[in-house]
């Protein structure tokens, strides 16, 4: 080596602060291609655009059952006709080199049958929450990608969420010392909408808990970084004439196994925004914790400062994709949404028997 050429890739070294993953690369990095599935509010409010901003993976395809939404797609995202799928002749995707990922954002009842066809078709796939309509199709999910050997995450997005993300820090690392006591809750005020697939119990699963309250569950689980053992539940519904198949609003209780208790509510009633945990010797607290920016929270030593307004589906999907090209674990796999519907199931029969119930 000349010593001009030492002197040159020295001051690469400490212009990287000796981080050698800025080192020149020849060989240009390989984006991974994600299909959407279902081309509702989800894909298009918020997929779609953070796929615009994702560094380790695209919008390579999509699949949907309106073919009015493919010509839309396919222009305003340049998605070349090869790559557009329906319903019908979505198995053909196996062939499709492009398409590394499949992303399953249609309603609950379809999130087992599209998640085992994309693992059989040989696809990475992400699942959107609730992963399904009960414990035992997730379990059968699981099983199906790990005979595929494919990797299984569900749309957990607030795990790449930095204010999400400190509250597990705080409270798994008991910096505040042991949790006593959380409060955690997600909801708002449903409309006039009668006929949405989230109002039928063979569609959705389940209502506001399956749709909103899981988000409080995660928030009390990843808070506490354990498994709640036993809940206690009960529901209020306002309007009957919309919430006859599916609840509207349901009050529980987590007991974690470390002594933390958990009073969640979960609504399509109330607007309702908020993680907050008690520890022996201090508090901290997200005011706004679930949604897609805005995040806001404080703990009893001062606010937190972060971006509240990171993109967050863009996060959660250049990790997946990160996963797979450096062959990790996801910190969002199916075991997570399975863990998840178990206290769901769990919460759901507290209801029916008026009872505590094991989880
Ligand atoms: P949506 O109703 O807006 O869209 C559903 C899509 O599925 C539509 O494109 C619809 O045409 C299609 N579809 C196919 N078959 C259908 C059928 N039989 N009935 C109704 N629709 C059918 O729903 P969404 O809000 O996009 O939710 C989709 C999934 O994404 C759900 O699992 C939901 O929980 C999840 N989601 C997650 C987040 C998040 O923050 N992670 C946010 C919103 C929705």
Not at 50 to 78: F, H, M
Not at 81 to 98: G, M, T, V
Not at 182 to 190: D, F, M, S, V
Request: with cysteine.
């Amino acid at each position: 080596m000349t010593r001009r050429r030492f002197v040159i890739n020295a001051g690469i070294l400490a212009a990287c602060g000796l981080n050698l993953s800025c080192m020149p690369v020849n060989k240009q990095k390989k984006k991974l291609g994600i299909a959407l599935v279902g081309l509702g509010g989800y894909s298009n409010g918020q997929l779609g655009p953070a796929l615009q901003q994702t560094t380790d993976c695209y919008l390579a395809g999509i699949v949907t059952g309106t073919p009015a939404k493919e010509k839309q797609w396919a222009s305003r995202y340049n998605i070349p006709e090869k790559n557009i799928y329906n319903y019908e002749n979505f198995d053909a995707i196996a062939k499709n080199p492009d398409i590394d990922i499949v992303y399953v954002v249609l309603p609950v009842f379809m999130h087992k049958e599209f998640t085992i066809r994309a693992a059989q078709a040989g696809k990475h796939v992400i699942c959107e929450k609730p992963m399904a309509m009960n414990v035992r199709e997730c379990e059968e999910m699981i099983t199906a990608c790990k005979q595929a050997d494919k990797l299984l995450s569900i749309g957990y997005r607030l795990h790449f969420e930095p204010f999400n993300m400190e509250m597990m820090r705080l409270g798994q690392q008991k910096i505040f010392g042991d949790i006593q006591q959380i409060e955690c809750a997600n909801g708002y005020t449903w409309g006039n909408n009668k006929s949405s697939w989230r109002l039928k119990k063979d569609l959705a699963g389940g209502g506001g808990l399956m749709d909103m309250g899981i988000y409080a569950i995660q928030g009390a689980r990843y808070t506490t970084g354990e498994e709640p053992v036993f809940v206690m539940a009960k529901q209020e519904t306002t309007r009957p004439d919309l919430f006859s198949e599916v609840d509207e609003t349901i009050y529980f209780e987590l007991t974690f196994p470390g002594g933390a208790v958990a009073k969640g509510i979960s609504s399509y009633n109330m607007n309702l925004n908020y993680l907050k945990a008690k520890a022996e010797n201090g508090w901290f607290q997200l005011t706004s914790a679930y949604r897609y920016g805005g995040m806001a929270g404080e703990t009893s030593n001062g606010p937190m400062n972060f971006d509240p307004n990171m993109n967050q589906q863009a996060a959660q999907m250049d990790d997946f994709a990160q996963c797979i090209l450096h062959k990790k674990p996801t910190r969002v796999p199916g075991e997570m949404g399975l863990l998840d519907m178990k206290v769901i199931e769990a919460i759901y029969r507290s209801i029916e028997s008026g009872k505590k119930e094991k989880v």
